[in-house]
């Protein structure tokens, strides 16, 4: 046997790192952090732009 048949720590951690389930899990939790920061968020810019979203859709008092 040599090196070379073994799959080494990198290209198994490349393997699990850039899988499907992985790469979805990421995006979702990435998606959501920035939509909750957005939604609850109190810099006037970001607030003013989802303000009518926050009322309308999540019930969410900001006054």
């Given at each position: 046997m040599t090196n070379f048949s073994h799959?080494?720590?990198l290209q198994k951690t490349a393997g699990i790192?850039?899988?499907k389930?992985?790469?979805v899990t990421l995006y979702m939790?990435?998606?959501s952090l920035?939509?909750?920061t957005v939604?609850?968020?109190t810099y006037?810019?970001?607030h003013n732009t989802a303000h009518s979203t926050r009322h309308?859709?999540?019930g969410v008092a900001c006054h």
């Open positions: 799959i080494s720590a790192t850039l899988s389930p992985v790469q939790l990435l998606s920035v939509i909750w939604l609850f968020s006037p810019a970001a309308h859709t999540l």
